[in-house]
């Protein structure tokens, strides 16, 4: 099984070497691990396999951009059906049960809906009509999402990211994060989605400097909750 796999992902081992990274087999041969240490804009880590995520079924691709970003910078976009979901799922949990807050064990992606604003003034219909975006304040996720990112992912809406198809991008502790469904890993989405994570970090990065040179926009809950993060959760 292992030899089998490493043939039908040698385009992507192939792919990685080129750009100076390095490819591994998880330990069970399901799975792969791609990590570039010298990439721009930032060390970047891409793995696929069993998804890590309930709402993500089967199989999922996550990768990690190191940016070393201001750590209030906490901003996510997401699948409109995906956020509506989640939205359900977390009204659910915590109207069904004597829990008052949402505890650690939820994933970001869930706390945020609760906690952040969420941003529906995007300038292009499509993105309003195919993504979610929420973030610490809805200054930080206007500034992220107006602009090439924006135009990123109008674009990957034709076809990298049809509709109702499970996506998420966040800027959380530094970093930049995107996790996607993913049945079978193919060289030509691995590359794509790639690219919409780098311009996603140029764009965060911006935003960061931004609020490094003056914290020009406000901070919320973000501080109280930051301590609840989990540092073994690598994506």
Known sequence: MTRANASRWRPIMDWAEARGAEFSQTRDGQGFLIEQPKALPGPLRIEWGVSQRSYLPG??????????????????????????????????????????????????????????????????????????????????????????????????????????????????????????EMSEADLPKVQALVRLLEVAAREAQRVSGRLSEGGAWPTTTSIAWTPSTRPGDVT
């Open 59 to 180: 199989t999922e691709l996550r990768m990690r951009c190191e940016m070393g970003l201001h750590h209030d910078l906490q901003m996510m976009v997401l699948c409109r059906a995906l956020m509506e979901n989640l939205e359900r799922a977390v009204f659910e949990a915590y109207t069904d049960t004597l829990k008052t807050r949402v505890d650690t064990d939820t994933p970001e992606e869930m706390r945020w809906l609760v906690m952040f604003p969420k941003f529906n003034n995007a300038a292009s219909q499509i993105l309003r009509q195919r993504y979610g975006v929420v973030g610490v304040t809805k200054e930080l996720s206007s500034a992220w999402i107006e602009g090439e990112l924006g135009e990123a992912l109008v674009q990957a809406s034709q076809d990298l990211l049809p509709e109702g198809h499970p996506f998420v991008l966040m800027s959380m502790r530094g970093n930049l994060y995107l996790r996607t």
